[in-house]
Every structure is written in C-alpha cells, then in structure tokens.
C-alpha cells in the first residue's frame, strides 16, 4: 500500500503542470499524511492485534489438546471467565448488537426501555472490556452466541 501512496505521489510530482502549487502542496502533504497513517496503522496491528489473536490460537490449540481434539462450546467458553458470567438477557443484547440492531431496535425488541438497554452494554463493556461494537461482535462470533452464517443472512 505505501508503494501505490509513493506512485501516487510520483504520478503527482512529475504531471501536474498547474501553476497553482498550493493545491500541488496540500494533495502532497495529504499523500504523506495518509501514508504516514498507515504506517501507523500496522504499528498498532503488529503490537496489538497480532499478539491477541495469536493468544487466542494457543488458547484454542491448548483446549483442543486438553479436551482431546474435541472443542465444544462449553469446553471454550471456560476458558474465559468472563463469558461464564453473562446473563441470557446479556447474551440476548450482544446477539441483537451483532445482528446490527441500534440501542433503541434492541429495546423494542426486547420491550425494554432504551436506558435500560444503554445500561446493559455500559455493564457488557465494563464485564467483557470490550469498547466498541466491532469488537462487541467478533466477541459474540468467536464464544459462539451468534453464527457467523445468521450475521451474513442479515444483508
């Protein structure tokens, strides 16, 4: 990617031939900008989210030779503590947030009211230190509350 950001910018430096070279400098600044980002990016990829996926390969491997290759959803899911201890009407919520439902669709939902619901996924990001709905998502994939298959369907 940063080759095709350093082409991009060759492309710019050897073509443009307006003489406006404020428009020439800000387009560069942003190319350089864009790839200084991505490098970033990786940084952040290569020191955070390679490590956590990694650890969760070893988790699983070592629960697969643990439970002699048979890795059911239980046998997984005590692996995590923290997982043990969602509610069914927790699990509900993370399944909703995963389908793509907003706070407000959840709460019709479910006949509750939206604060309520605000206040389960305050408590689910607080018990799971999980921040974001993405991640809210990937959560419910990988401890098996939503099937990769029904969240595809979805669209």
């Given at each position: 990617?940063?080759s095709?950001?350093?082409?991009?910018?060759?492309?710019?430096?050897?073509?443009?031939?307006l003489?406006?070279?404020?428009?020439?400098?800000?387009?560069?600044?942003?190319?350089?900008?864009?790839?200084?980002?991505?490098?970033?990016?990786?940084?952040?990829?290569?020191r955070?989210?390679?490590?956590?996926?990694?650890?969760?390969?070893?988790?699983?491997?070592?629960?697969?030779?643990?439970?002699?290759g048979?890795?059911?959803?239980?046998?997984?899911?005590?692996?995590?503590?923290?997982?043990?201890?969602?509610?069914?009407?927790?699990?509900?919520?993370?399944?909703?947030?995963?389908y793509?439902?907003?706070?407000?669709?959840?709460?019709?939902?479910?006949?509750?009211?939206?604060?309520?619901?605000?206040?389960?996924?305050?408590?689910?990001?607080?018990?799971?230190?999980?921040?974001?709905?993405?991640?809210?998502?990937?959560?419910?994939?990988?401890?098996?509350?939503?099937?990769?298959?029904?969240?595809?369907?979805?669209?």
């Open positions: 990617m940063a095709k950001l350093n082409e991009l910018k060759d492309i710019f430096l050897q073509h443009y031939c003489p406006n070279t404020r428009d020439l400098n800000q387009a560069l600044f942003n190319i350089i900008s864009c790839g200084e980002d991505l490098i970033s990016h990786c940084e952040i990829e290569n955070l989210l390679v490590p956590a996926v990694e650890d969760l390969e070893r988790r699983v491997r070592s629960s697969k030779i643990n439970c002699g048979d890795t059911s959803h239980a046998e997984i899911s005590s692996t995590d503590h923290r997982e043990e201890s969602l509610s069914e009407r927790e699990k509900d919520i993370i399944r909703l947030v995963a793509g439902l907003s706070n407000k669709e959840i709460a019709d939902r479910l006949c509750l009211s939206f604060h309520t619901i605000t206040t389960y996924r305050k408590n689910l990001s607080y018990k799971l230190n999980i921040h974001s709905t993405a991640a809210l998502v990937i959560y419910a994939i990988l401890h098996r509350i939503v099937n990769m298959e029904d969240i595809k369907n979805m669209d």
